[in-house]
Every structure is written in C-alpha cells, then in structure tokens.
C-alpha cells in the first residue's frame, strides 16, 4: 500500500504565497502515476472540502474559492504532487491533505479516496 506524507505548511500573511508537497512511499508507490490524486482542507468547526485535483493524465480541477490562486502539478518519476498557493486569504487557513484513489468514484468526493496523507497545517493571518 502507498503511504503520503505532506509538508510545506507554515504561517504567513495575507496575501502570501506557500508551496505544498505530497511524497509517496511504500508498497504500490511505482503505480502513483495511475492514481488520481487531490488536495482538501478542513479547518475547525467545518467539513473537508476539496480544494484541488490532478488525473493521471494532468488534467486539474480546482475549487470556486481557490480558481487563479492556487495551482496543483504533478511530478511522477519522483513520487510527488505539489499544492502552490499564492494570494492567501485568512479564510484558506486550515489542515491541508493529501489523498490518493485508484478505485473510480469522484474527484470531490472524501470516501471515493483510498489513502490519505496526515495532513500539514496552513494559517493566513489578516
């Protein structure tokens, strides 16, 4: 099984940028380049929402609230995915994860992902 570990968080002003990164491991890491992978937050108080998504094939979707701020990629041959986040807002202030699918399901949908990462927390102060 594939494990995911995130880093890159930190505390910043608004208007601030922050690079995220999501690091594979384990059994399975060698099939990453097939798993659809994304991106949620969950600040307190609230439900994870999904803020951005990658396929296999590089397409990307993103949340209303993050379109034109953040950007999501992906590099394959070395295990990873990366969240950058420029024009932070206090409202993006949450626990960011990183999750992984390969079994169908949803882009946007918290149970259609197999694993998911601890998660790195990211505070925007105003």
């Known amino acids: 099984q594939v494990q995911l570990v995130e880093s890159g968080g930190g505390s910043v002003h608004a208007g601030g940028s922050l690079r995220l990164t999501c690091a594979a491991s384990g059994a399975g890491y060698r099939r990453y380049g097939d798993y659809c992978m994304g991106w949620f937050r969950q600040a307190p108080g609230r439900e994870r929402e999904g803020v951005a998504h990658?396929?296999?094939?590089?397409?990307?979707t993103y949340a209303d609230s993050v379109k034109g701020r953040f950007t999501i990629s992906r590099e394959n041959t070395e295990n990873t995915v990366y969240l950058q986040m420029n024009s932070l807002k206090p409202e993006d202030t949450a626990m960011y994860y990183c999750?992984?699918?390969?079994?169908?399901?949803?882009?946007?949908?918290?149970?259609?992902?197999?694993?998911w990462g601890p998660g790195t927390q990211v505070t925007v102060s105003s």
């Open positions: 990658i396929d296999p094939d590089g397409t990307t």
């Open positions: 999750a992984a699918r390969w079994n169908g399901g949803s882009r946007d949908r918290v149970d259609s992902y197999n694993v």
